[in-house]
């Protein structure tokens, strides 16, 4: 990892981090729900059987109405709950059976399906504290999402505040791009006309 990559990366979630303390309750509700009212746009979510996605921290978009939108179609939902190797097991999602984990992250209480239960999800909806253009993700720089995703063969969607999706961002070769963005003013489809 290059220092200045690295110094990029950690303006740009400083940035984001300080943006995201400003929004109100009321903003962050508005978020989840206009989120959840332009899922059904994204086709691979309406087919999806299985799909892992998040139990979302106070300061993300929400993911409670996608999560109730998902299951009331009848969709089986994962969610990671993280382990001491900072690697990630899935777990059934079930409404209410959720407790804070030990990293301040809201995490099921289910049983422990294991890390290659992500293999199975059509779709995987990824927290991001940006995603560019080209479907460059910035994550909180922790890596669980990287590692989990390696060699992952379903379609990444990532859920950003609007002025969270940017025209560029500092990225790495091991930096996985998502397939799709949602916002709450719609689904964005990456460009993939640059190197990554």
Same mark, same amino acid.
């Given at each position: 990892?290059?220092?200045?990559?690295?110094?990029?990366?950690?303006?740009?979630?400083?940035?984001?981090?300080?943006?995201?303390?400003?929004?109100? /309750?009321?903003?962050?509700? =508005? *978020?989840?729900? #206009?989120? !959840?009212?332009?899922?059904?746009? @994204?086709?691979?979510?309406?087919? %999806?059987?299985?799909?892992?996605?998040?139990?979302?921290?106070?300061?993300?978009?929400?993911?409670?109405?996608?999560?109730?939108?998902?299951?009331?179609?009848?969709?089986?939902?994962?969610?990671?709950?993280?382990?001491?190797?900072?690697?990630?097991?899935?777990?059934?999602?079930?409404?209410?059976?959720?407790?804070?984990?030990?990293?301040?992250?809201?995490?099921?209480?289910?049983?422990?399906?294991?890390?290659?239960?992500? /293999?199975?999800?059509?779709? =995987? *909806?990824?927290? #991001?504290? !940006?995603?560019?253009?080209?479907? @460059?993700?910035?994550?909180?720089? %922790?890596?669980?999402?990287?590692?989990?995703?390696?060699?992952?063969?379903?379609?990444?969607?990532?859920?950003?505040?609007?002025?969270?999706?940017?025209?560029?961002?500092?990225?790495?070769?091991?930096?996985?791009?998502?397939?799709?963005?949602?916002?709450?003013?719609?689904?964005?489809?990456?460009?993939?006309?640059?190197?990554?």
């Amino acid at each position: 990892m290059s220092a200045e990559v690295t110094s990029e990366k950690s303006q740009v979630r400083s940035a984001v981090a300080a943006r995201r303390r400003g929004r109100s /309750a009321v903003s962050r509700a =508005a *978020v989840a729900e #206009a989120i !959840a009212l332009h899922a059904p746009s @994204v086709a691979a979510l309406v087919r %999806a059987r299985r799909v892992a996605a998040y139990l979302s921290l106070p300061s993300e978009p929400g993911t409670e109405p996608l999560l109730a939108w998902l299951t009331g179609l009848g969709i089986e939902v994962l969610v990671p709950r993280s382990r001491p190797d900072r690697s990630m097991e899935w777990v059934r999602y079930a409404p209410g059976e959720v407790v804070v984990g030990g990293l301040g992250v809201p995490e099921p209480t289910g049983p422990d399906l294991g890390p290659d239960a992500l /293999a199975s999800c059509d779709v =995987a *909806v990824v927290p #991001a504290l !940006a995603v560019d253009h080209a479907g @460059v993700r910035l994550g909180r720089g %922790a890596g669980y999402y990287d590692r989990a995703l390696e060699g992952f063969g379903g379609v990444v969607c990532a859920l950003v505040h609007d002025d969270e999706l940017l025209p560029s961002l500092p990225h790495e070769p091991h930096d996985r791009p998502v397939d799709l963005v949602l916002t709450p003013a719609g689904l964005f489809r990456p460009s993939r006309d640059r190197d990554l």
